[in-house]
């Protein structure tokens, strides 16, 4: 139903203005008392064989929504009902921001895909607070953080402890975001010092709270050999409970889409179908050069049920979807959780 009616119907509006619509309405849809219970009766896929114990938290199956869908916190309980074993909120900088001009969102559908240059567009780290004040705790809500555009690099770490303490009593893990190709230099602190700093930074405060919580760092799939060694070394260096691999690629390789219309969207993040081959090279390099020292979060290119068990073969704990639910639905959820159970 979803790929035959909803999703042709979808595709006709620009993809932010039809993120906004769809938002308010399963705002209002699942304000009807009833809704809630008649969607997870068809979507969720509820069984222990599906659980998964990692860095403490035990998420009740392995299919979470990526970042960059719900940003501000707005639907979480929402999407959680369609299935989603957790749902990961932001990136949040501690000052909202409007993030870059518009249009700055396009689909690909010949390759089944996005460009994004959002730009950590967010309403700021208290705003997504009060959103999550009073939470259902059986919800699994991760927070992914990053830097404000007008913070330069040399004050960074600033901001991200700014949002770690806001979030800290709020969330059930966070997720340190270096790798988003949309905010100017960004990308510069994934190289090996700043990076050890800012994470050692972080962990220092993590330590200073009485129940600690879990730090992921997101990784771009654009990284070399020798930076993933790298991270390796870093996320053992700095005690880091895990990664998220991997964020949109700037490449622009082997795409069906013509020149000319790359040329006209022009920068972004390329995320989807054409990242699938390179985030599980990226899962499966870090999981065999590590020897599976740390848990591994898989996204990028995960359109069916195969790709999300050829993810977690790869060496990933839990997976992650974003493209591919947009162009799949919800029912991907449950096919990949459905998968999973058969292969027990």
């Known amino acids: 139903m979803y790929k035959l009616i909803i999703k042709p119907i979808f595709f006709l509006f620009q993809p932010e203005r039809i993120h906004h619509i769809v938002f308010s309405l399963l705002k209002t849809l699942f304000s009807i008392p009833g809704v809630k219970g008649l969607v997870k009766i068809f979507l969720l896929v509820k069984d222990k064989r599906l659980e998964r114990t990692l860095f403490g938290i035990t998420f009740p199956n392995p299919v979470g929504l990526a970042a960059g869908f719900d940003k501000d916190a707005k639907l979480y309980e929402e999407l959680s009902c369609l299935g989603f074993g957790f749902i990961e909120i932001g990136t949040l900088t501690p000052k909202g921001q409007p993030g870059n001009e518009q249009p700055r969102m396009f689909r690909l559908p010949e390759d089944e895909a996005l460009i994004n240059r959002m730009g950590f567009n967010n309403e700021g780290v208290e705003a997504a607070v009060e ?18 555009k007008v913070t330069p690099n040399e004050e960074a770490i600033l901001d991200y402890e700014i949002c770690f303490e806001k979030l800290f009593d709020y969330v059930d893990y966070f997720v340190v975001n270096v790798s988003s190709p949309n905010t100017p230099n960004l990308r510069a602190l994934q190289e090996k010092e700043p990076l050890k700093k800012l994470l050692l930074r ?5 330590s200073q709270h009485k129940n600690r919580k879990p730090i992921l760092l997101k990784i771009a799939p654009d990284l ?9 070394d870093i996320v053992k260096e700095t ?6 691999a991997t964020n949109t690629t700037i490449s622009r ?32 390099y870090l999981s065999e050069k590590s020897n599976k020292a740390f848990p591994i979060i898989g996204v990028g290119g995960i359109h069916s049920a195969e790709d999300a068990m050829d993810m977690l073969k790869a060496g990933a704990s839990l997976v992650q979807l ?15 959780n459905k998968t999973i159970l058969q292969q027990k």
């Open 253 to 284: 390789e082997n795409l069906k889409v013509s020149k000319s219309t790359l040329e006209t969207i022009g920068a972004g993040g390329l995320s989807g179908k054409p990242l699938t081959k390179r985030s599980l090279e990226v899962v499966k």
């Open 322 to 336: 974003y493209t591919g639910f947009i162009y799949e639905g919800s029912g991907l959820i449950k096919k990949i």
């Open 202 to 206: 972080v962990q220092e405060l993590n």
């Open 131 to 148: 959103r999550l004040k009073g939470r259902n705790p059986n919800i699994i809500i991760g927070g992914n953080i990053g830097k404000n």
């Open 239 to 244: 005690c880091l409970d895990g990664v998220i």
């Open 224 to 232: 070399t050999d020798e930076q993933l060694n790298d991270i390796i």
